[in-house]
C-alpha cells in the first residue's frame, strides 16, 4: 500500500474534493482506521481474556516484571 503524506490538515470539505480527485484517475482511498472501533475479532479476544481471569489464569504485574526482567537480564549476562 503506497501512503501519500499531505503537509497540512485539509478540512472535510478539501478531504471530499481531494478523495474526488483521487477517484477520478483511478486511486482508491482507505477509510481513516478508528482506533475506538471494535471488531469481532476484540469481542472474541476480550471473552477469552475474561475466561481466563475466571479461571485464574493470570499474572500479577510483579510476576509479569520479574519473568521480564529475568529474560532481559540473561541477554546481559552474554
Known sequence: MNTIVL???LD???YQLAVKALASVGVEVAEPHNPYE???EDIRA???AREDVKQGRVKS???VFE???A???SFLDR
Request: charged content about 30%.
Open 7 to 9: 503537509k497540512q490538515n
Open 12 to 14: 472535510f470539505q478539501h
Open 38 to 40: 471494535i471488531t469481532e
Open 46 to 48: 476480550i471473552a477469552l
Open 61 to 63: 504485574s510483579e510476576q
Open 67 to 69: 519473568e521480564a526482567k
Open 71 to 73: 529474560y532481559y537480564e
